[in-house]
């Protein structure tokens, strides 16, 4: 994974052009270049398929929301970017993931880098049982760091938007934080290490309606320096946080695929499929 | 581990058919069955361990440091029993704790889902091999085996052997209740420790480890139990010379041999040696009796961190 060459597959560069009549619209300008790309990618548990042929492209320094119903593949696919489906026994992809050029999936892949580079925010807040410092410092101290760890766990709270909330309580517990001070310390925990995609399942799922804004702002502000996919269920977060979004739901056999991607604007003004306008407008789902 | 009782409680107006209320008798009847012995137990150690009390005075049972049963001149000074216990003990825990523990990190995050379920049943069967089966074991296998590497002035029995073959016995106790431990640890946080790019070793060691000490510390503190409280193998291994010494090669009585010794014999009911036994036998069981109450608290404390 030490490449970061921009993509030069040709099937993988039309994802984002072609298709004009089906399930995948243009992604507009930013998917010339985009960090993450996804060509029929299918998942399985066991014999059971959880997501059909979905082909993605994932814009660089933008949020892009997943959403659709509940079980349709979105927490799978989002697994599969960074592989922590790998830990699933029975597991198995088919298709291409490219991150920055470089397939995730070969066998050259080095997934310990893959997975410095591509962070992950769970549904539920997970923080060690370990102080709030060590929380921030465990991916550093993974990378060996011995300096400059106290200036980096500063900047990465701050970062995350919980420096002020904790600066006078580093050596306590994790855990003692409440449940969206949590969330953000996750999330300081995951940009400590500086990666480059941020995947978040359901970030907000658990949290307060305060707590669920705090976060979209925040998200808001990371874009600059990274690049967000975000499953959420919530469809006015999508709304309010998102630059793209991407719609699955379910066919008959259960598997996930995509209806409709695109500008989030568009996806909730002028949505081109019925199923999405259904789904947008809360009838479905 | 016996004792295990079990409650059943009622949680409607509608478990009033025959058949259950049948049922809950016979659970709370086994459940007093549980509770009358473990009291009779208790009152007969004490009541006989008072008899001798009257005798021998408490000081020199509890600071006496030499134990002479059988031979005059008599002395019930209990220290070199306790000590021999605790020896025994500390060897078998340096064998069994980094094994069991590194057996348990195995099999709950390396070993395949398949290996695990062949695995974890034979644990169980070793824990079922009667423990006088470890005695001759340790007598016909390691003693000869430290004899012909190590040891060649090793006699026949040591508390080397005994520690060895009590080690290997409470392996099983101690690799499975660690297991249940790094099993208890939330999947989230194994998951936050991979997307963090840690490898498999590392979530081992700075995440699931930290996480699950107090569990790992209620599964030393039993397995220590269980072994200050062994009997057979270590009658077998240890031999019955008491004295007090820390040298492991040495032959030395425990408390449980001093009692099997006892009571295996022709020694009369009114004797002091007799009445003895039930000093020692008191003593034992306070020692395991808290050791499993601050394992117990443990767990319950691990069970508590999450959620
Ligand atoms: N570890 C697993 N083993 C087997 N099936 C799974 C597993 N995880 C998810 N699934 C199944 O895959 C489908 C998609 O799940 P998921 O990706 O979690 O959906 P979503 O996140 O959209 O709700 C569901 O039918 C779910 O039951
Ligand atoms: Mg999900």
């Known amino acids: 994974m030490n490449e970061r060459e921009p993509v030069t597959k040709p099937s993988v560069s039309q994802i984002g052009a072609s298709a004009p009549s089906g399930a995948t619209e243009a992604t507009s300008a930013s998917s010339k270049n985009p960090a993450l790309l996804l060509e029929n990618v299918s998942c399985w548990y066991g014999g059971f398929r959880a997501v059909r042929e979905v082909s993605l492209a994932i814009p660089r320094n933008k949020v892009t929301a997943l959403i659709g119903p509940s079980g349709c593949g979105k927490s799978t696919l989002l697994r599969s970017i960074n592989r922590m489906n790998d830990l699933v026994p029975g597991f198995r992809m088919e298709g291409e993931i490219a991150f920055e050029g470089t397939s995730v999936h070969a066998r050259a892949t080095d997934v310990i880098d893959l997975r410095r580079r591509v962070g992950m925010v769970f549904q539920k807040p997970n923080p060690f049982p370990k102080s709030i410092f060590e929380n921030v410092a465990f991916g550093l101290r993974l990378l060996g760091e011995t300096t400059g760890i106290d200036a980096l766990v500063e900047e990465s709270l701050r970062a995350a938007a919980l420096w002020d909330e904790v600066k006078d309580k580093l050596d306590q517990p994790g855990l003692s934080l409440s449940g969206g001070q949590q969330q953000r310390l996750c999330i300081a925990r995951a940009i400590a290490i500086r990666p480059e995609v941020i995947l978040m399942d359901e970030p907000c799922s658990a949290l307060d309606p305060k707590s669920t804004l705090q976060i979209e702002e925040l998200m808001r502000k990371l874009i600059r320096d990274y690049t967000i996919v975000i499953v959420t269920h919530n469809m006015q977060q999508a709304a309010r946080a998102s630059d793209y979004t991407v719609f699955l739901t379910m066919g008959d056999d259960r598997a996930g695929y995509v209806v409709e991607q695109g500008e989030t604007g568009k996806i909730f003004t002028a949505p081109q499929q019925q199923l999405t306008a259904d789904y947008v407008s809360g009838r479905f789902g | ?307």
Do not use: C
């Open chain 2, 1 to 307: 581990m016996a004792g295990v009782s079990t409650v059943h409680r009622p949680d409607s107006a509608a478990t009033t058919r025959r058949g259950e209320g049948l049922i809950e008798f016979l659970l709370r009847a086994s459940a007093a069955v549980g509770i009358v012995t473990t009291v009779g137990i208790i009152t007969v150690l004490v009541v006989e361990a008072l008899f001798f009390f009257v005798e021998v005075p408490p000081v020199d049972f509890f600071t006496g440091t030499r134990w002479s049963a059988s031979i005059l001149p008599y002395a019930f000074g209990v220290i070199p029993l306790v000590t021999s216990t605790l020896l025994i003990a500390f060897i078998a825990l340096v064998l069994a704790v980094p094994l069991g523990v590194l057996a348990a990190v195995w099999m709950s995050e390396f070993a395949s889902q398949r290996v695990r379920l062949i695995i974890k049943p034979i644990l169980e069967i070793l824990a079922g091999i009667p423990t006088i089966v470890y005695g001759f074991f340790a007598i016909t296998v390691i003693t000869p085996l430290l004899k012909a590497t190590i040891l060649p002035d090793l006699g026949t029995f040591s508390a080397l052997s005994a520690g060895i073959v009590v080690g290997i016995l409470v392996l099983p106790l101690v690799a499975s209740l660690t297991e249940d431990a790094l099993r208890a640890v939330p999947r989230g946080l194994r998951e936050g420790s991979y997307a963090l790019g840690a490898t498999r070793w590392e979530t081992v060691r700075r995440v699931l480890l930290p996480a699950a000490l107090s569990g790992i510390a209620a599964a030393v503190i039993l397995a220590m139990s269980r072994a200050v409280g062994e009997t057979m193998a270590v009658v077998l291994a240890a031999g019955t010379n008491p004295q007090l010494t820390l040298n492991p090669t040495e032959s030395v009585q425990t408390m449980t041999a001093f009692i099997v010794q006892i009571s295996l014999g022709d020694t009369p009911t009114e004797s002091i040696q007799f009445k003895a036994l039930f000093a020692v036998g008191a003593t034992l069981f306070a020692i395991t009796f808290t050791l499993n109450l601050i394992s117990a608290w443990l767990v319950a404390r691990y069970r508590n961190v999450y959620e």
